[in-house]
């Protein structure tokens, strides 16, 4: 399983690592707090700022990847295996927790999916919660980094106008109307919008494969998927919309982790808005 998992496949699988990737970006520790207060079975957490990020410099971004070696480490003391089965999953459509998807497949763990329809579909069919941390004994975890997966800033700059960008935020972000994140409003110049929340139905289940594909094509055009950058406001929704592509079957997309956050800070770079 490399994409979605059912919640019924999940609770037919009690033995596969389960992560749970809560965040609330005006309150960074509640994920965290629900976490311990209820979580499907066997799921540790993963805390977007603390483990699925590295350390911020004021130039690089809201969330930055973090070292390689590093983010291995972490993995290593989550106790898993090469051959585990992960699954990843949220409390809203799956964007924090494609964030968890897509750093495991960068490190090289292919067995990795993401929970279609998160905690609240797990919750509203019943299924078991528990307030129990489970243990897993640390090992060293053999992952390299795959940079054909990652577009740094100094590619997204050399490829401005050859990438096909693609803007995850909302259609009032992109166009530069409104900013309540970034200091900064507008987008990286030439960047097409494929607004995330577009990727999931209102039950916050992602739409079938031939929809996406039908979505993507639309706004990519002829555009190869190997040339798309996804990039957001600091690269968490840009994973959900590379998780996506690759569940429509456009794989090869790259992640430009820091985003519109990064981006928008040195003011000699280009901008373009709407308004």
């Known amino acids: 399983m490399n994409t979605l998992v059912s919640t019924e496949e999940l609770a037919a699988h009690p033995e596969w690592r389960v992560f749970d990737c809560r965040h609330d970006l005006a309150h960074p520790e509640l994920g965290e707090q629900q976490y311990g207060e209820a979580h499907i079975p066997g799921a540790l957490f993963a805390h977007l700022d603390r483990d ?22 972490w993995v290593g003391k989550q106790g898993l295996q090469p051959a585990d089965q992960v699954v990843c999953y949220d409390a809203g459509s799956g964007s924090s927790a494609s ?62 106008k050859k990438a096909a960008l693609l803007d995850a935020r909302a259609p009032a ?24 929340g577009e990727n999931v139905r209102a039950d916050g289940t992602f739409k079938s494969a031939d929809e996406l594909k039908q979505d993507f094509l639309a706004v990519l055009g002829d555009r190869k ?23 429509a079957g456009l794989t090869g997309s790259r992640v430009y982790p820091g985003s519109w956050s990064e981006w928008s800070r040195d003011p000699a770079r280009p901008i373009s808005r709407s308004v």
């Open 52 to 73: 699925l990020s590295g350390a911020t410099t004021g130039a690089n971004g809201r969330h930055p990847l973090p070292e390689p070696k590093a983010f291995v480490s």
């Open 173 to 196: 972000r992109y166009r530069g109307e409104q900013e309540p994140i970034d200091p900064v409003a507008g987008r990286i110049p030439g960047a097409k919008n494929r607004y995330n």
């Open 225 to 247: 998927p190997a040339d798309v950058i996804n990039y957001c406001g600091s690269g968490v929704a840009a994973c959900h919309n590379a998780l996506a592509m690759e569940i």
């Open 99 to 160: 964030r968890l998807w897509w750093m495991l497949r960068w490190v090289g763990h292919e067995a990795v999916a993401v929970l279609d329809g998160g905690l609240a579909k797990w919750q509203r069919e019943g299924h078991p919660v528990t307030a129990e941390v489970p243990k897993f004994a640390p090992l060293t975890y053999p992952g390299r980094a795959r940079t054909s997966m990652v577009a740094y800033l100094s590619l997204v700059e050399k490829k401005l």
